[in-house]
């Protein structure tokens, strides 16, 4: 089956730093990636999206600059964090679209981010 | 803004039971509906989806919808502790777009 592979799972860094988040599709072509924040207790909540080779479109109230998405090939699209605060801590989750996935999609394991 | 509500809970059940879960949606074009388990610090596990109005059972899962009511539910029979979880209903408009998830209600299912 489609499998996402996220990494890393855990995280903890300081305030004023960047942290990088990978999400790979192992066994299918990623065409659109989803990412998501969930705080505790919440939903999840749905940051921006991103087609392979284009600008991520960002959800109303998500800053484009402080979460740098790259989705430069159908197989890996990154999520940054840059100048992470405390209130960025959150567990982040990416979620894929296939060419051929036109049902579900397939979720990563998620990072659980942790600012300091 | 497109909404997706659910009843928090928690809802309590004891083993053996049936545990009914409910969703409300606000956008009236919505094609697609999920049902999602997700454990403490876990990513979410898709369950069942369902397309049509009427219902659609997978083993102990029913998911029910009624799209002129906006209403989607879950039926979990034959509860198990195992299923103790907090199961995400989530709503998606055309095919490739972002799925929009509710709160999600915590089930404890007691041995």
């Known amino acids: 089956g489609a499998v996402v592979s996220q990494h890393p799972s855990r995280v903890i860094c300081k305030s004023g730093t960047s942290v990088k988040i990978e999400c790979r599709s192992l066994?299918?072509?990623?065409?659109?990636m989803f990412w998501y924040r969930q705080f505790p207790k919440q939903s999840l909540m749905l940051m921006a999206t991103s087609n392979e080779g284009s600008k991520a479109t960002y959800e109303q109230g998500v800053e484009k600059d402080k979460f740098l998405i790259n989705h430069a090939s159908l197989t890996l699209s990154t999520l940054t964090v840059t100048s992470a605060h405390p209130e960025d801590s959150s567990f982040y989750i990416c979620s894929a679209k296939g060419t051929t996935t036109n049902y579900g999609y397939t979720f990563g394991s998620g990072t659980r981010l942790t600012v300091v | 803004q497109k909404e997706v509500e659910q009843n928090s809970g928690p809802l309590s059940v004891p083993e053996g039971a049936i545990a009914s879960l409910n969703c409300t949606y606000s956008?009236?074009?919505?094609?697609?509906f999920f049902w999602y388990r997700q454990y403490s610090g876990k990513s979410p596990e898709l369950i069942m989806s369902i397309y049509s109005n009427g219902d659609k059972e997978d083993g102990r899962f029913t998911a029910q919808l009624n799209k002129a009511s906006q209403y989607v539910s879950l039926l979990i029979r034959d509860s198990q502790p195992s299923d103790s979880a907090t199961y995400l209903c989530?709503?998606?408009?055309?095919?490739?777009?972002?799925?929009?998830f509710g709160k999600g209600t915590t089930l404890s299912v007691s041995s």
């Open positions: 989530a709503v998606r408009g055309q095919a490739g777009t972002a799925l929009i």
């Open positions: 956008d009236r074009v919505s094609q697609s």
């Open positions: 066994d299918f072509q990623a065409t659109t």
